[in-house]
């Protein structure tokens, strides 16, 4: 069964870091793309960054880009988001989702999702 | 960025009625395209995959349909569980963006 498993989150000030880790099992990790997807209470679904099978190729949502960084290490079967200069509205759930074989295809399952760490940018 | 317009935010039902939803792309999008359900807690779950394969697993009461640029998610009865937010996904192009969200309640 194919399993993703989230972790780090917690309550961090602003201005704030904090490193998520989603750590996979249940497939070859590294035969495919992963994405994160985040959620503000109450609110819709938000695209954030994903991140090719071999890692050397990223994606960032425009409201992330130059604050977050994703990464991954195969070895680990483990995906990684960095978290920087956080603000309050990057108080979210953050899921991590697997992807397709190729970051860029449009072929992207976007399935399964994980269950999510809560992450909370307050003073 | 390609917006998702989904239609509408919230709808009160009965069960046993026919449920639709839609979603429509500012763009074409071809049938990349995914439907998933939401209950409160809990991660999505995919039900639609292509606009219109259904997910292994998943009850045939719920349907997708659709593509370029309008698709329709349909639950043909609905049932007690179905109770939830429902939210279309387009993979075609980045950033992937989501519907707002439709979401289901009691009549």
């Known amino acids: 069964e194919v399993q993703l498993v989230e972790s780090g989150g917690g309550l961090v000030q602003p201005g704030g870091s904090l490193r998520l880790s989603c750590s996979a099992s249940?497939?070859?990790?590294?035969?495919?793309?992963i994405h994160w997807v985040r959620q503000a209470p109450g609110k819709g679904l938000e695209y954030v960054s994903g991140i090719s099978s071999d890692g050397g190729s990223t994606y960032y949502a425009d409201s992330v880009k130059g604050r977050f960084t994703i990464s991954r290490d195969n070895s680990k079967n483990t995906l990684y988001l960095q978290m920087s200069s956080l603000r309050g509205e990057d108080t979210a759930v953050y899921y991590c989702?697997?992807?397709?074989?190729?970051?860029?295809?449009?072929?992207?399952?976007?399935?399964?999702w994980g269950q999510g760490t809560l992450v909370t940018v307050s003073s | 960025d390609i917006q998702m317009t989904q239609s509408p935010s919230s709808l009160s039902a009965s069960v046993g009625d026919r449920v639709t939803i839609t979603c429509r792309a500012s763009?074409?999008?071809?049938?990349?395209l995914g439907w998933y359900q939401q209950k409160p807690g809990k991660a999505p779950k995919r039900l639609i995959y292509a606009a219109s394969s259904l997910q292994s697993g998943v009850p045939s009461r719920f349907s997708g349909s659709g593509s370029g640029t309008e698709f329709t998610l349909t639950i043909s009865s609905l049932q007690p569980e179905d109770f939830a937010t429902y939210y279309c996904l387009q993979h075609s192009s980045y950033p992937r963006t989501f519907g707002q969200g439709t979401k289901v309640e009691i009549k």
């Open positions: 989702v697997k992807g397709g074989e190729w970051l860029r295809s449009n072929k992207d399952p976007f399935d399964p």
């Open positions: 249940g497939f070859t990790f590294s035969s495919f793309a």
């Open positions: 763009q074409g999008i071809r049938n990349d």
